[in-house]
């Protein structure tokens, strides 16, 4: 199953089921829709209860949706976690995860703009699988730390390299967490729907050219090890989002480096999740 996020006529995030170029609304399958947030105390059986019985009960898919969770209590990231990436990057072979977070403010959904600060002039691109989580966990091990996992979503790291890496100390988190640094959608693709998420080829498409392109085989930490590594440290609530980590191909990367400009357009293709598309503004 399929779930995005978007705007009701009132304003108000809805849920609705997604598939490419049209939602069906969860209010037009149950009269007590979930409320933002309530989502994930859904069992799978009930989720799968909420079936069209009519294509009139699908809409046109709205030009802009909203982030995949609202208000997620966390937005954690790994860093580094491609063998590649970290070697184009110049870095060690991390022996740990090496994790970073963003903050809620960065959020943006599938069509919404990515705004490029005038404070910088090195933003990034970097596709991502996003893990959605849909229970508590706290020293979960590896062997079951996927029972915790609600669904997958296309996640894009947006990062300023001049903030990350050219600021005293290093300020990554300043670096990674401007305001609209973190795409996520179109929507949720349900655990249960995505038979094996240890081996999805992952793409970044930049104006059209494919410029990542591996999958979440060569990962480094897979998501039962993340899983598994931050419920030692931070307790995860439902809907926080883990980006996984990015594969080699980044602009800064590059020679000479690509660095994202006003008008360009990206696109996060995960394998069997969907494309998230976003297009970049000068931030006023």
């Not at 998501?223 to 980006?243: A, Q």
Request: net charge negative; with cysteine; hydrophobic share 35%.
């Amino acid at each position: 199953m399929s779930l995005c996020r978007y705007q009701d006529e009132q304003g108000k995030p809805q849920y609705a089921l997604y598939r490419p170029g049209a939602i069906c609304p969860l209010r037009n399958l149950t009269d007590e829709p979930p409320v933002d947030g309530e989502i994930f105390s859904w069992d799978a059986s009930r989720l799968a209860s909420l079936q069209p019985t009519d294509e009139s009960q699908w809409v046109p898919e709205p030009t802009q949706l909203l982030p995949v969770v609202g208000q997620p209590s966390k937005v954690i990231c790994i860093g580094l976690n491609y063998r590649d990436h970290a070697i184009e990057s110049g870095a060690e072979i991390p022996s740990e995860p090496v994790v970073f977070s963003k903050f809620n403010t960065a959020l943006v959904g599938h069509g919404d703009a990515i705004r490029l600060p005038a404070v910088s002039s090195e933003v990034d691109y970097e596709a991502e699988l996003v893990v959605v989580m849909g229970k508590k966990a706290k020293h979960v091990s590896a062997a079951v730390a996927m029972d915790y996992v609600f669904g997958y979503t296309c996640g894009h790291d947006v990062s300023a390299r001049d903030w990350q890496k050219g600021r005293p100390g290093g300020q990554w988190l300043l670096g990674k967490t401007f305001d609209t640094f973190a795409p996520t959608g179109p929507c949720i693709v349900t655990s249960g729907e995505v038979s094996d998420p240890a081996n999805l080829r992952v793409r970044m498409h930049h104006n059209g050219e494919v410029v990542q392109d591996s999958t979440t085989a060569q990962l480094i930490f897979d998501i039962p090890t993340l899983i598994e590594h931050l419920t030692k440290i931070v307790t995860l609530l439902p809907g926080d989002l883990i980006f996984t980590g990015t594969p080699p191909g980044v602009g800064a990367a590059r020679n000479p480096p690509v660095f994202l400009q006003p008008g360009d357009e990206c696109k996060v293709e995960i394998e069997g999740v969907g494309t998230l598309a976003n297009t970049c503004i000068a931030d006023k």
